[in-house]
């Protein structure tokens, strides 16, 4: 069955109808299953099938029929043939932490090295973490502990992206927010001028907190249920995350599940594969996101969050996803490459 799209008049093939239509606009989309007030729903492509009438559909859906029509296309393997054509291709690398950088406090070995090879080729670099922990001056300090020298403002975190969430949708200076997880969460609130302390409460914000505890989630939920227009921010879904280097904790996932649970609620997911924080990495290095590598070990945060922006996608194997993870026939989520570490990179296309 041949599948194509009509757009005033002019007809479309699915991978031409995502270049042309949505990968412009898919930057702008908070989350990708949901048009945000920036995508133009206005705009519409007929879908044109043998069987079928036509019925019109968003860009959002047309995207999503291409990402069904690409999800299982097989990633290929980083190697000497293919690594110039996508090194070339590429302005800036965007890097996930925990299990790509770092293990817990100990650096993966062979990364400073490549980050200063990259920076010395004129490579963008930037850190694009879902662990909302820290905030990103405290990543900052942890990056230059380690020996590797990153500005604050290289680093886009999942609890930066939370406290610009309820700046850029003007939430009410004289409300309170809850807060379920760490201080780097309520650091960034701070720095953007709103409290976590008092009341009235007029949005939670759900992240991974190592003292999560009953009632925390009871009082999280009573604001959630009983406060008119009370907000319900999670700063992601990881499942698990690296607090060590020699094995996975539950990840924040698990603490907005419990909510999410409590509340009948789904949140708003601030972090990866959301492309929330997308919008705030184009005002500052106003890159094309096709010339942007997303480099992450998780499938379904680091590399769907690069699909869903139009970059270039690299999973490594050195966090969370294994290969026989990655070429599991129940996979839907293919990056372009993949290799065991970031430091491949350096190896391959040497000093």
């Known amino acids: 069955m041949s599948t194509s799209f009509a757009l005033m008049g002019l007809r479309l093939d699915p991978l031409q109808c995502f270049t042309s239509i949505i990968q412009p606009l898919i930057a702008n989309c908070q989350n990708p299953t949901i048009p945000s007030k920036n995508l133009d729903t206005k705009v519409a492509c007929k879908l044109q099938a043998s069987h ?3 019925a019109t559909i968003t860009p959002v859906r047309c995207y999503k029929l291409y990402r069904m029509n690409t999800a299982k296309r097989a990633a290929q393997l980083l190697s000497t043939q293919n690594i110039r054509s996508l090194f070339d291709s590429v302005e800036a690398f965007l890097f996930d932490c925990d299990g790509v950088i770092w293990k817990g406090d100990k650096l993966i070995d062979g990364v400073s090295e490549t980050l200063d090879w990259l920076r010395s080729k004129g490579k963008k670099l930037v850190f694009v973490t879902n662990n909302s922990l820290k905030s990103r001056i405290q990543y900052a300090k942890k990056f230059h502990s380690l020996g590797i020298s990153v500005a604050e403002d290289e680093i886009f975190s999942s609890s930066f992206a939370a406290a610009m969430y309820l700046k850029v949708n003007n939430f009410p200076q004289e409300k309170k927010v809850y807060v379920i997880g760490g201080e780097g969460i309520l650091e960034e609130l701070q720095l953007a001028g709103f409290k976590g302390l008092g009341g009235p409460v007029g949005a939670v914000v759900v992240g991974i907190d190592p003292r999560i505890n009953y009632y925390k989630l009871q009082y999280g939920t009573l604001c959630i249920r009983e406060n008119p227009g009370c907000l319900f921010i999670a700063t992601n879904r990881d499942a698990v995350g690296h607090m060590t280097d020699l094995q996975e904790w539950p990840g924040a996932g698990s603490m907005v599940a419990a909510m999410c649970g409590s509340t009948e609620r789904e949140p708003i997911v601030v972090g990866k594969p959301s492309t929330f924080m997308m919008d705030f990495l184009l005002q500052k290095f106003h890159i094309n996101t096709s010339k942007m590598c997303m480099v992450g070990d998780r499938l379904d945060t680091d ?17 969370v996803t294994t290969q026989t993870t990655l070429e599991d026939p ?8 993949y290799t065991s570490q970031m430091s491949d990179l350096l190896r391959l296309l040497g000093p």
């Open 52 to 54: 079928t009438k036509a």
């Open 303 to 319: 590399i769907l969050f690069g699909q869903n922006a139009g970059c270039k996608t690299l999973l490594v194997l050195s966090g």
């Open 330 to 337: 129940s996979n839907n989520v293919q990056p372009d490459y």
